[in-house]
């Protein structure tokens, strides 16, 4: 049995709508026009234990919305979805000792208290015993290198250190589920380093499935080796992010520093001109034919330099949404 | 149910924690909490000051009202206003999922979280207030008397309860509504007064006011031993039946919210 | 601002505009803040009529009490001012103030024309109460009918809006020095609901409570409007309210202008 598995799932809204300025709130007290939104339309997917899934796409592409499904706050307009064998939307008790949410930022700690009290509530709620409430404590602190601002009242601690407690807070019984709604937004570049870090040394030590959305390619980058694209409610991609580069860019890019200026009419025959400004071309070639043009442009013309790149994910996913994935 | 207490237990030590850590807090609650109390002595002391006899109370037993009044509101914005607050901020911000992904009744997490503490002193002035006017009366009480006053007390608070959660729960599709518990605060000062005054006004409003009489005065009626078995049925009946219907209305507005929040 | 020149006039009218449209987006909201100041008016009345019916009148009449909370729920709406906790906790103690201070327009004003709109939407619906009321009860409705004292109505209402609102902003600006603030206005409030008439018709107070609230200045807020509607006071007396109003009222710039002077200077100084 797959950990996560989605089928067909939809999920529709109906959407009010209000014209702007003072007519319009006038106009809105009589009637109102609304029209559905599909947030999520028709998507399927399977997850495995233990896999780490970036889930991207533009705001308002239904990430949130399929997160909140999987968790159990939201109840779908049409088919499965099966989290651990549950139906996320019972919200059984048992499903929910079992997974974690964390969007954004939530505020699950007293802000007077130490950070260490509320823990020792979601001790109590999550009835974790206390011998894995130890050590699971120690472990994430010194993960996150707060061991030694867990006496100090929250309203004291900076943001990241903040962020840090609440993901312990939210960590503590350590689900086998995760889901992360933009771990890293709104912090900085270092913290951005050390959630990443830890969301990956979390995955493999506890060995938890973890789905995580984010704005961030570096994120996904970094963390996920499976991803899946979604946009207007709808799966763009799903597969590995090796294979979305060979399937959505059939190219390479080969950057050459020359010695001497050489015509552009020249370079045409070989391949497309990206970047043209002497002494670097850069041109994009078919995959398959990227040695064999390497090949040749060292033995025509005055090549001082030479590399073969992939090119740029981002791009390539930019490219994915511009096309409608197809 | 043991699992539950043992979270309050762990609820009222967290709050208690959070009180001594801040005391511009403290001191601020504490203030207003002595400020209502005198507030509603004094107004019903000013209030009654030309009129020794209104809708069958006379002014000792109406001023009995209001002691047995600071008791019950007085427990009640213990255990209850503030989480009720809580409640409508949560529902304001878009915060529910954080309530709705804990393995625990959602409920309890959003009835017990808070405590305030310093309404104690509330308390103790409507005990001094009831003590005092007693003693003024001559009446006297049994152990048993007292432990059946206590009883209608705690039905009196259940039915406040059910009162207040079944207005908040609407919050849930009328987030901008927050405000409704300041409407609650004070629908509370309603139970104040002598039940017929509400009952007689007899226009479509005070029909929705009429639960609120059951709150305070028949407990009171019974230190008078006054009460009749009717107005103690009715308590009872009305308390059990709006704390269920309450129960069951907050969890189809769950429902409602898992189906259609955005 | 990149705005076309346009004079003070164009501005508060803008200020004004933006207002009425957020109240219209929370118009429910604004229908349960008039139930919340209509209820215990009614209450009071209700308990009244029971003490009035069974004590022999108990030193006053039906109508005089009717009409009393009835245009004290209008004049709660429309002459409170809830401008101290905006100015306190979001202007001052969260450092929205910064955003006002770097506009061309002074602070005082743009708060008073920003609240004018919630007045008199609150003022709309009670007077659309006492319509109603009156049309049913008309004959236990006393209101002022000489042209003249109308007028003088007016002015003492004017007055009254003033001084409520210059003594909200002292209190809000309050907050400069004092860091929670909260307990002393839950006080102010229960003061006000005593010594400004909420309570009781002030002439019916004990002898010496009565007196007391003569000399404070909030029966000059909401009292004094009340019962000159009423058509209960006679000229002079009148004359001497607006008198002893506009007196309150300069003691109550003073104080604010004084205070504000103050306040802004801690306020720039510590770099909120």
Known sequence: MKTISVRDLKKYYKIYEKEPGFLGSVKSLIYRNYHVSKAVDNISFEIEEGELVGFIGPNGAGKTTTLKCLSGLLYPTSGDVSVLNYKPFERDHKFLRQIALVMGQKNQLWWDLPAIESFALNKEIYQIPSKKYASVLEELSTLLEVKDVLQVQVRKLSLGQRMKCELIAALLHTPRVLFLDEPTIGLDVVMQKKLRDFIKEYNTEYNSTILLTSHYMDDVKELCRRVI????????????LDEIVIKYAPYKLITVILHKKVERAQLQKLGKIVDYSMPKVTLSVPREESNHVAAKLLEKFPVKDLNIEEPDIEGIIRDVFAKGGK | M?????????????????????????????????????????????????????????????????????????????????NFQRFSTIVHYGRLDSILTKPLDSQFLLSFWLVAYTSVIRVCMGIAINIYILTAMGLQYSVLDIMFFILMMLLGIMLLYSLWLFVITLTIWFTRLSNL???LYTMNGVTRYPPKMVNEAGNFFSYIL???????????????????SGEIIGLAVLSISFFILSRLFFRYALKFYTSASN | MFLPKEGNNMRILRIFLLHVQHIFEYRSRSLIWFFISLLNPLML????????????????????????????????????????????????????????????????????FEEIPYRLLQGLYGVIVCAIFFSFFGQLFVFVTDPFQLF?????????????????????????????????????????????????????????????????????????????????????????????????????????????????????????
């Open chain 2, 181 to 183: 518990v300041d409407l």
């Open chain 2, 2 to 82: 043991r699992r539950y207490l043992r979270i309050y237990k762990m609820l009222l030590h967290l709050n208690f924690a959070s009180l001594v850590a801040y005391r511009a807090n403290f001191v601020n609650s504490l203030i207003s909490s002595i400020a209502w109390a005198a507030f509603s002595l004094f107004s019903v002391i000013l209030l009654t000051g030309r009129t020794p006899n209104v809708y069958g109370w006379s002014r000792n037993e109406i001023i009995l009202l209001t002691g047995s009044y600071n008791i019950i509101v007085g427990i009640f914005h213990m255990v209850f206003s503030r």
């Open chain 2, 210 to 228: 009429i639960p609120f009489t059951f709150v305070v005065a028949p407990p009171t009626r019974l230190l008078l031993q006054k009460a009749l």
């Open chain 1, 229 to 240: 694209i979604i946009d207007h409610g709808r799966i763009l991609y799903d597969g590995s």
């Open chain 3, 152 to 272: 003088l109505c007016v002015i003492i209402t004017l007055l009254a809006y003033f001084l409520s609102f210059y003594f909200k902003m002292v209190l809000g600006i309050l907050a400069f020095w004092i860091q929670d603030i909260r307990g002393l206005y839950q006080v102010i409030e229960i003061v006000m609901l005593i010594f400004a008439g909420f309570l009781v018709p002030l002439e019916l107070l004990p002898p010496a409570v009565s007196h007391l609230s003569f000399i404070m200045p909030f029966a000059y807020m909401i009292y004094f409007p009340v019962v000159s509607f009423q058509g209960k006071l006679p000229l002079d007396t009148m004359l001497h309210v607006i008198e002893l109003q506009c007196l309150w009222l300069v003691l109550f710039v003073a104080i604010y202008q004084i205070m504000w002077r103050k306040g802004i200077q801690k306020f720039t100084a510590a770099g909120q």
């Open chain 3, 45 to 112: 009345l209700l308990f009244w009529k029971g003490a009035i019916l069974q004590n022999n009148g108990a030193g006053t009449t039906l109508p005089y009490i009717t009409s009393y909370y009835l245009l004290l729920v209008v004049a709660g709406a429309f002459l409170t001012a809830h401008v101290e906790e905006d100015v306190s906790e979001i202007d001052i103690h969260e450092g929205h103030l910064s955003q006002y201070l770097i506009r061309p327009f002074s602070y005082f004003w743009f708060k008073f």
